[in-house]
């Protein structure tokens, strides 16, 4: 909740600036090849995937995302030790510097849909909200795919 | 006995046993990073369907093994994934292969649990769980690792970190490789090839 009132004060707080169009950075943001994989119901998390590109020539921060799909998304990052163990936590800002692309990817980071309010099912999409430092958004509708996909060409 | 010769002994045992438990994990460290000769796949668990299995059931096919938890929403379903595809493109010796995916999360991987999420993948995967116990013993034997990890905002506020390789086991139950996790599938297909005799 914290999150979300904090991300409410910075949009509130930029109104007037994105009102004025001096907007910095995030509307060069574009995100391609979102999917995610069908949940079965809604008491285990979901996942998912996308890149993230930079196209403009300031750097961008990823502050937060938003879904009405989940009660909470955030972006995980996982880590494989030295031993093969793998562990996943949140990733925190991402700042995504100019013309870089950030992969969201199987075994390297997901957004991590925490509570889910509707089971994930294959053939739909859901709208997702890419809250960026400078207070702009992007929202980009993401596929779910089979259960068993490996990438967002299924 | 005096008090003093008491405390000595005490002290003496406690040394020993000091080193003993350096010694332990000095061998674990090491066994784990040779993939130990001669270590074989040994447990008893219940299958997605109830039943109890043991490596005896598998014996003379190949088995590939990997750990994990259902309330997993990357690591575990991406390599559940990718196992369903190297089935796949096993073709026709995918009768000689048994995928085996053993819950590292004995608390809420029930058998029913796992048999709504890991035959979805691939109808020939088996899915293994047991007691906290069980599972403790079936880790030991395997040379894996998991530990949970606190996370608020997971179901039941944790998560699971946990070995994420690829195991393959020979007819015989005998450990012959490992993959480590994102290894693309063509990779992991062309070293079963490469083990199985045609």
């Given amino acids: 909740m914290k999150h979300v009132a904090r991300s409410t004060l910075v949009a509130l707080l930029l109104t007037p600036v994105l009102a004025t169009g001096a907007l910095a950075g995030s509307e060069d943001v574009v995100v391609e090849n979102a999917w995610s994989r069908a949940s079965i119901g809604t008491s285990r998390p979901g996942a998912a995937y996308m890149e993230i590109r930079n196209a403009g020539d300031e750097a961008v921060t990823l502050t937060g995302l938003q879904s009405d799909l989940a009660m909470m998304s955030e972006i995980h990052r996982v880590t494989t030790d030295a031993r093969g163990v793998s562990t996943m936590a949140p990733a925190g800002a991402i700042v995504i510097a100019p013309e870089e692309t950030v992969a969201v990817a199987p075994g390297v980071m997901h957004v991590m849909l925490m509570h889910l309010r509707r089971p994930m099912q294959e053939g739909e999409s859901f709208p997702l909200t890419l809250t960026f430092l400078d207070g702009g958004e992007v929202t980009v509708a993401v596929p779910v795919l089979g259960i068993a996909a490996r990438g967002p060409e299924g | ?198």
């Fill in chain 2, 1 to 198: 006995m005096t008090v003093r010769t008491a405390g000595r002994i005490l002290i003496g045992i406690a040394a020993f046993a000091l080193v003993w438990l350096l010694l332990w994990a000095d061998y674990r460290a090491a066994q784990v990073e040779k993939g130990g000769p001669g270590f074989q796949a040994a447990f008893e668990l219940t299958d997605h369907q109830g039943m109890i299995r043991t490596q005896e059931d598998f014996a003379g096919r190949w088995m590939l093994v990997f750990f994990g938890f259902t309330n997993c929403p990357d690591v575990c379903p991406t390599t559940l994934a990718e196992v369903a595809a190297v089935m796949e493109g096993l073709g026709d010796d995918a009768a000689r292969v048994q995928p085996l995916f053993i819950s590292v999360d004995p608390e809420r991987d029930t058998p029913s649990m796992l048999a709504e999420f890991v035959p979805r993948f691939d109808a020939r995967l088996v899915g293994l769980t047991g007691t906290p116990e069980q599972i403790d013993r079936t880790a030991d034997s395997f040379h894996i690792y998991y530990e949970k990890v606190e996370q608020a905002a997971a179901p039941g506020g944790y998560a699971i970190g946990h070995s994420s390789q690829l195991f393959l086991f020979g007819p015989d139950g005998a450990y012959v490789q490992s993959w480590s996790y994102g290894t693309p599938v063509a990779e992991i297909l062309a070293g079963l090839k490469r083990q199985m005799p045609s």
